[in-house]
C-alpha cells in the first residue's frame, strides 16, 4: 500500500492503478483468443474510453487480467446494500481507486476535477473515477436553467476563453401572478434577481465539465449504474458495485451475463442528485437523519422549444405563481429565454400536494395552454420534454453529510436553495468542499494507506460547509417553505416569503419545520373532487406518450423491472380504493396504469411499463403507500435528453 504524496510512492499508485484508457490499449495488443470483435471493441475503446465499462458489461469482452484488478467472491450474504437480487453467487472484478464518484452532474463533476487540480497543482496523483447511469454525460441531466457562476469560475476562472457554453446572460426579471386569462406584475423578490447569472442547457454544461474531467485524468465512465453498497466488516463504506448486467425479467442469467464490477475508494462520494437509490438506503442504515427528520420535494416538468425569432427575447426570464396550481398547491412556472430562438419554460409542483387527482403533467399542459404562455409558444416547435424531482426540503431537511468512507454531494444530501430555484451553484461547491476534505485526507495526511488504513472520515467537509457559501444561504431561507403550510395556504407563504426575503433575511430565533412527509400529505379521494383537465390540442398540449417519446427514453427488453414493488398487492388493495391509483397522474412518462385484468372480470391490475421511465423518481416519493422503491436498470437506460 502507499500514501501518493511523496514520488516514489506515486510511481506506485500509477502502477497499481492505471487509468483505463491505458488499460483498454493494452487489452487491444494482448488480446489473442477467438473472441475477434472483442478485441475490436478492445481496440475501438482504447480510442472511445468512455463506454468502456459499459462495453465491457455488455459484452464480456475480453480483458487481460493486471493486477489492479483483483477478483472478489461475492456471496448472496455478503455486505452489500439489501435490494432484490435473485442472481446466483458471482465473481466481480474489483478495482481499488483512492475517490470514486457515483453521479456525473455538476455535483460530481466538480468534486472529480477538483481533485485532480489539486493533484496537478501539488504534483501529486489521485486516482479518480466517476460513473453516471446516464448512456453519455447530461443525458439524465434536467434542470431550468438560469445558473450563478461563482463555484464555476473557482474551478475555471477562464471558463469563457475555455469555451464552457454558457452563452446566454440573463437580462430581465419578471415575476407574474396568473389567473386562468390574465397575468399580473408582482413586486420580484430580491434573492430571485438573476443579474450576473447566465440561462444554460445544463445537460450541455455538464457534458462540457466532463471533458474536462477526462482532459484531467478523471475516468469517466457514462452508462454506467451504481447498484449497490459495499460495506467493510466495520461498517465503513468501501465503494459501490455496478450493475449486472445480462439478467432476465426473472432475475436470472442470461447467456450474456457480465456481473457487475466492484470499484472501492478510500473515499466514495455520492453525487446521485435528488433522491439517489444509493443514497436513501445509506441514509436509513448509517442513520444519517435524525428521527423525525425528512426531506421534502417538488416534480419539475419542462419543455424547450424553438419559437418564432419575433417573441424571442434573448435572456429575459419569467416566473410565474398562481394559475394553474390552486391555492393549496405550492409550485409556479418559469420561461427562460435561451440562446438561438431557444425557450426552456416548465412548472414546479411541490410533491407535498394533497389532491390524489393532481397531474403535474397535465398541470404543466394548461399552464402552456394559458395565454402568457400560447401567445409565446404558437409557430414554435417542442424540442425535448422531460421531469425531474427537485429537493425542497432545505437547510432543516438536510442529513449528516459523511460516513466513514463517503460523503453526500449535491442535491442527494439537499443544498438546493428553492426560494430562488436554484441549486446547481451549490452543488458544484459541495462537491470542491468535498474534494478539498479527500484530498487532503488521502494526499496530505496519508490516510487511508497501509500505515493508516482506518476508513477515512470527512468531518472537515461537514465542518467546511457550515462556514460555506451554502450555508448562509440555506440558512438565511430556511422558514420560507414551510412557512406554505400555514392553514393560510399560499398566501400565508407569500406574505411571510415577503417579509422574511426582504426584512427578516432569516435573522428570527426559530426555525420552522415540514409538517410530514410528501407521501404522507397525499389525502384520500373522497375528500376531493376529480379534476377535468382539458384534451390536448397536439400544437402546445401533448398527450404523454407523444411526450415521452421527446424524452428519448429507452430501456433494454428482458431485464428486471428496475421499479420495484414490496408487496405485490398494495397498488390494487390500498393505492387504488383510497386514492384512486395517483400513480396514474403523479408519474410524468406514464409508467403506471390500472387495467382491466383479464383474469378476473370486472377487477383492475397494475401494471408498470418500466420501459418509458425518465428516473425522475416521483414514484418513490411520492407513492402514499411507500411501497415502489425506484432502483437502477442497467446502466446507460433511460432518458437521452437534449437541451434540458
Ligand atoms: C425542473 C428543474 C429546474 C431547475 N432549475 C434550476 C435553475 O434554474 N438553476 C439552478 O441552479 N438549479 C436548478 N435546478 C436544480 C439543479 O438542476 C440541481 O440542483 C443540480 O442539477 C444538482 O446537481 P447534482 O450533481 O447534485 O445532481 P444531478 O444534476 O441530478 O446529477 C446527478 C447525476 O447522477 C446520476 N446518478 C444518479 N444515481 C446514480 C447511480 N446510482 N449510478 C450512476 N449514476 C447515477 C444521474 O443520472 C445524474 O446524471 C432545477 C432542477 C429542476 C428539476
Ligand atoms: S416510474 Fe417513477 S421515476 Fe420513472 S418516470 Fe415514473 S414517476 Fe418518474
Redesign the pocket.
Known sequence: MYCSNTPAALGRAKAFVRPLAAHASSASQICNTSVGSACAIGAAVAGQQRTKLQQRQAQAICYPSPRFFSVSHVPKSAATEETVEKVDEVEREVMEYDVVIVGGGPAGLSAAIRLKQLAAKEDTDINVVLIEKGGEIGAHTLSGACIETGPLEELFPDWKKQGAPLNQPALEDHMKFLTESNAFPLPHPPQMNNTGNYIVSLSNVVKWLGEKAEELGVDVFPGTAAAKVVYSEDGSVRGIITNDAGVDKEFKQKSTFTPGIELHGKITLFAEGCHGSLTKGLIRKLKLRDEGKFQTYGIGIKEVWEVDPEKHSPGKIVHTMGYPLDYKTYGGGFIYHMEDNKVTLGLVVGLDYKNPYLSPYKEFQRFKAHPLVTNLLKGGNVISYG?RALVEGGLQSLPKLYFAGGALIGDTAGFMNVPKIKGTHNAMKSGILAADSAYKAIITDCKGSDSDDAPIVLSEYEETFKNSSIYKELYEVRNIRPSFHTGLGIWGGIVWSGLDSIVLKGRVPFTFQHKNPDHAMLEPAAMHKPIDYPKPDNEITFDILTSVSRTGTNHAEDQPVH?RLADKTVEIRKNLPEFDGPEQR????A??EYVDDEANPGKKRFQIN?Q?????????IKDPAQN?N?TVPEGGDGPNYVDT
Not at 612 to 620: P, S
Request: hydrophobic residues 40%.
Open positions: 421531469a421499479l403523479f408519474c410524468p412518462a409508467v403506471y418500466s418509458n421511465c425518465i428516473h425522475c423518481k416521483t414514484c418513490d415502489i425506484w
